[in-house]
């Protein structure tokens, strides 16, 4: 199937290469593919370096005096800070390994979007400043002088990677190039050149709790509205609780659920099967985000937001913690959250109040992927499923870069969407699990300015999508993450048009059959079920 | 002009050892002074490089995951791609040192330009070449260690009797000097016709292979072709490694460009990209097990940061948090 609309973009990816050497094409900030800087009030509130009212797509940034030096400086003290910055700016052979695996590249055939010109980018100023190859060769060795235009190629490119971490599969070394964009980041932050879709999230939440700067009335009253579409569903009542002491179990997820579709449908699955267990558990207005936007601006400010959780935790009194479906915030979790703001001591090993299971490997985080908690039930058969509930659709499944490639939760959602739904349709092996392409709107890169960007990021995995939707008919790309759930949507209304995004939370509870619940004739979102209720559909054959 | 100018540089190496030798006779500076120099430049480079690295600290857990975690007892974890304890890390690093296990994985995208489509399929060839590259630069160096003791221990024996398998003739032709010729001259090539890899190739890519095909190609001529005495340069390796060097005899110019070639290459390494060779024990998203949940991972320089606390929290939105009926600490 073609559609005109996504020939616009696509026609014009070229893999060819320009004739000059890398490092006389100079940087050329095209409208779409960036986005606004960071206001000035965003920075206050967080006391971050050089607030003031500037543009992104002006000549002049309103750079301090000695802007320089605070680079170098940064770059020097970040070196003695992180290994892994200090051997990836030494060991890179170019072997071009790499090249080809970023969806960036992919989408815009622009060479300086290969990760390993992106970080060629900030190693040609650490071989100039830092070694004595550099020093003495100059620009045979690699090395050049840091201007303003450096600084803007750096903005510009850093902020066109989703730290997706694709690269660092294939590289032989295991070069990050996500690694290395965190770190550039935070020397761009140490000058106040910050975008404001992640500095405005920032502020939100370390003065209201969350990236939407939801206030704790607006946190419940949304709640109630999505327990009211649950009543109107299914007839049951639900009465969840917000920062109730003693309390079993925190729960925290992104906040982006409780507002959108089609996070909402999520959001409302998590309810229902909590009502359904009849889990001890408490939500939260303090710590009302689980995602972290201030891990992609620096480390401090991610330890900053993340310190929330386990200080909410410390006051209600709570033995552990259960996590709702995100990306970053799994990556954060697993390879941060314990580092920055453990130990967690105050809590206990958690175990699954239903089914006894210990879950061991998080016994120092006390922190549970709400997947593990799911599979779990499942594998115990503690709830009562009706996979043909889901007969209308048929599934295909996206692993969102940081639980596959910062955590390497793989089986546990597949596990849950097989048991749950009868149709599901696994993409290409190349662009699944630890090689699965990234949403293009990743690590806070998912604001509207930036549109063209998002969509070019998006092409190869909406072009995997469009595979199996030709092959299979797929109509549904389940996933585990909030900013796929809306950054997907918009993916796959240019791309593959039909095709539409849903959490596994959200099929699970499309396919779970509620104590007392009425006869439901529709899914969450609305769509009539195939046939009749309960198992019937099962019986339709499937036009295939 | 990237790829002639460490051309250039190769044939300058060559030019000095000739003027350096043939013309001012200087044999002891390039058979002993030279090459000692070279040595240490590297053994010192190479160790001060690594403690280098040594000292920046390693303060998160951040091993990129590459497979299954370790779940539950019932899903099947993959312990090498994603490692949850060292054993198993070094089961990662062993395949990926020896091995070269994340090129072996390794695909190429292409773009049907024409439908929109992308395809993504397996690609070996790099690995392929890689692999044979390495492993034969290192049966060759190892090979050379006859040179340098007396007598010769028994595995050196065996390696050099399973090298000269396909016996063509006398001198035994070894089969891994071909092979490192051929691996080194596609790398090279690749990096010469594959677009992209052209394009982010930097002189200092170009110049050690180039330098290596010299080194190879010198060796390989001494050997077969010019058929340098092998007694006479024992003479002078054997003192070397004993520390009692002396020059006996006339060996020819192109030992010395060998010799001076290699020597280049020794000095050159601490100061390059070879430091890959080291570095890829040392690096983080590869080395650490992917444990971070159940054991906690220390930073050396964690500080204590200013926070949002709950107190202040409560403070800016106590009325309505009462009104919306959210329990409050304070009334
Ligand atoms: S794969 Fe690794 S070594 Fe090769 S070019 Fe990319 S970053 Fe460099
Ligand atoms: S981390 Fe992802 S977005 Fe960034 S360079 Fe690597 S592949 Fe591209």
Redesign the interface.
């Given at each position: 199937m073609s559609n005109s609309k996504?020939?616009e973009l696509?026609?014009d990816?070229?893999?060819?290469?320009p004739e000059e050497?890398?490092m006389d094409v100079p940087v050329r900030m095209k409208k779409g593919m960036y986005c606004h800087g960071a206001n000035e009030n965003s920075l206050i509130t967080v006391?971050f370096p050089n607030p003031r009212q500037w543009s992104s797509s002006e000549t002049n940034w309103k750079l301090p005096e000695n802007w320089q030096d605070i680079v170098l400086t940064g770059m020097a003290e970040r070196?003695?800070?992180?290994?892994?910055?200090?051997?990836?700016m030494?060991?890179?052979?170019?072997?071009?390994?790499c090249?080809?695996?970023c969806h960036f590249f992919?989408g815009t055939g622009d060479?300086k979007n290969?990760p390993?010109?992106r970080a060629?980018l900030l190693r040609s100023i650490y071989r100039r400043e830092f070694?004595?190859?550099g020093k003495l060769?100059g620009k045979?060795?690699?090395a050049r002088e840091l201007n303003e235009e450096v600084l803007r190629e750096w903005w510009y490119y850093f902020f066109q990677c989703t730290e997706c971490?694709r690269c660092?599969?294939?590289?032989?070394?295991?070069?990050?190039t996500a690694?290395i964009t965190m770190i550039a980041r935070e020397l761009l932050n140490l000058l106040g050149l910050n975008i404001e879709w992640i500095a405005g999230p920032v502020a939100n939440c370390?003065?209201?709790?969350n990236h939407l700067g939801l206030?704790?009335?607006t946190i419940?009253?949304s709640v109630e509205f999505l327990t009211d579409e649950i009543e109107e569903l299914t007839g049951i009542k639900i009465e969840p609780t917000?920062?109730?002491?003693g309390a079993e179990i925190l729960f925290v997820t992104p906040s982006g659920d409780l507002f959108a579709d089609p996070g909402t449908y999520t959001c409302m699955g998590y309810l229902m099967l909590f009502h359904e267990l009849g889990l001890d558990y408490t939500w939260s207005?303090?710590a009302s985000e689980g995602g972290n936007f201030g891990s992609f601006t620096s480390?401090?400010m991610g330890?900053?937001l993340n310190?929330?959780i386990y200080?909410?935790a410390k006051?209600l009194g709570v033995k552990w913690i259960l996590g709702g479906e995100c990306g970053h915030m799994w990556r954060v979790?697993?390879?941060?959250m314990?580092?920055?703001n453990?130990?967690a001591d105050f809590l206990e090993v958690p175990v699954s109040p239903i089914t006894g299971?210990v879950f061991?490997?998080?016994?120092?985080?006390k922190?549970v992927h709400i997947s593990?908690f799911t599979?779990?039930l499942l594998?115990h058969d503690r709830l009562e499923i009706a996979p043909s509930r889901n007969d209308h659709y048929k599934v295909t499944y996206h692993d969102s870069c940081n639980t596959?490639?910062?955590?390497?939760?793989?089986?546990?959602p597949r596990?849950i969407i097989k048991k749950v739904c009868n149709n599901f349709f696994e993409m290409?092996e190349?662009?699944i699990?630890?090689?699965t392409f990234c949403c293009g709107s990743g690590s806070g890169l998912n604001a509207s300015e930036n549109m063209e960007m998002r969509l070019r990021g998006g092409?190869?995995r909406a072009?995997?999508v469009?595979y199996v939707k030709n092959k299979y008919d797929v109509d549904m790309l389940a996933c585990i993450c909030a900013i796929d759930r809306a950054a997907l949507t918009t993916i796959m209304d240019y791309w593959v048009p039909g095709v539409r995004v849903i959490g596994v939370t959200e099929l699970l509870a499309n396919a779970m059959k509620m104590k007392g619940e009425n006869n439901r004739q529709t899914d969450l979102r609305g769509d009539p079920l195939l046939g009749a209720e309960g198992g019937d559909a099962e019986e339709e054959s499937e036009d295939v | 002009m990237?790829i002639l100018?460490p051309f250039l540089g190769v044939i300058g190496v060559v030019m000095v050892a000739f003027v350096g030798v043939e013309l001012l006779n200087l044999r002891y500076l390039f058979g002993i002074i030279i090459p000692y120099a070279a040595f240490i430049t590297f053994m010192a480079g190479v160790i001060l490089?690594v403690l280098?690295?040594?000292?920046?600290?390693?303060?998160?857990?951040?091993p990129?995951?590459?497979?299954?975690?370790?779940?539950?007892p019932?899903?099947?974890?993959?312990r090498l791609?994603?490692p949850s304890d060292n054993l198993e890390v070094i089961g990662r690093m062993a395949l990926?040192v020896f091995l070269?296990r994340?090129?072996f994985?390794?695909?190429?995208?292409s773009?049907k330009?024409d439908e929109?489509?992308?395809i993504?399929?397996?690609s070996k060839w790099?690995w392929g070449a890689?692999l044979a590259f390495h492993w034969t630069f290192f049966i060759v160096v190892f090979r050379h260690l006859r040179l340098f003791v007396d007598p010769i221990p028994s595995v050196l024996y065996l390696v050099d009797s399973l090298d000269g398998l396909m016996q063509l003739g006398v001198p035994v032709l070894y089969w891994t000097g071909l092979i490192l010729l051929g691996s080194a001259t596609y790398l090279f090539i690749r990096r010469v016709f594959?677009?992209?890899?052209r394009?982010?190739?930097?002189?200092?890519?170009h110049f050690p292979l180039l330098l290596i095909i010299a080194i190879v190609l010198s060796g390989l001529l001494m050997r077969y072709f010019l058929k340098v005495d092998i007694i006479y340069v024992k003479d002078l390796t054997v003192g070397l490694f004993s520390l009692k060097p002396v020059i006996t005899h006339n060996l020819g110019l192109i030992f010395y460009i060998h010799l001076f070639l290699v020597s280049v290459l020794l000095a050159y390494f601490p100061?390059?990209?070879l430091?890959?060779a080291a570095?890829?024990l040392?690096?983080?998203?590869?080395n650490m097990p992917?444990n971070?949940?159940?054991?906690?991972?220390?930073?050396p320089?964690?500080y204590p940061?200013?926070?949002?606390?709950?107190e202040e929290?409560?403070d800016?939105?106590r009325d309505?948090?009462k009104?919306?009926?959210?329990?409050v600490e304070k009334e």
């Open positions: 996504s020939e696509s026609s990816i070229k893999y060819t290469l050497d890398w006391g070196l003695e800070k992180y290994r892994s910055f200090h051997i990836f030494d060991i890179c052979v170019r072997c071009g390994a090249a080809d695996k992919l060479p290969m390993v010109l060629e070694t004595t190859a060769f045979f060795a690699g971490r660092s599969v294939f590289c032989p070394y295991g070069i990050d690694e370390y003065m209201k709790g206030e704790p009335h419940t009253s917000f920062n109730r002491k207005t303090y480390n401090e330890k900053r310190s929330k200080a909410e006051r979790l697993n390879q941060y314990d580092t920055w453990g130990p299971t061991e490997n998080a016994s120092s985080t922190m593990e599979a779990d594998k596959s490639r910062g955590m390497g939760l793989l089986e546990e596990y290409p190349h662009t699990r630890e090689k092409f190869p072009n995997a469009k | 990237k100018l490089h280098k690295w040594g000292r920046s600290a390693v303060p998160f857990c951040i990129t995951t590459s497979g299954q975690q370790k779940s539950f019932w899903v099947k974890r993959d791609d994603n990926e070269f994340s090129l994985s390794n695909t190429s995208s773009l330009e929109g489509r992308l993504h399929g397996s790099l890689g594959i677009p992209q890899v394009y982010i190739s930097l002189p200092n890519d100061f390059s990209k430091m890959h570095g890829v040392l690096s983080p998203t590869r992917n971070s949940r159940r054991v906690r991972h220390i930073n320089w964690n940061v200013k926070v949002h606390t709950y929290y409560e800016d939105f309505k948090m009104k919306a009926g959210i329990p």
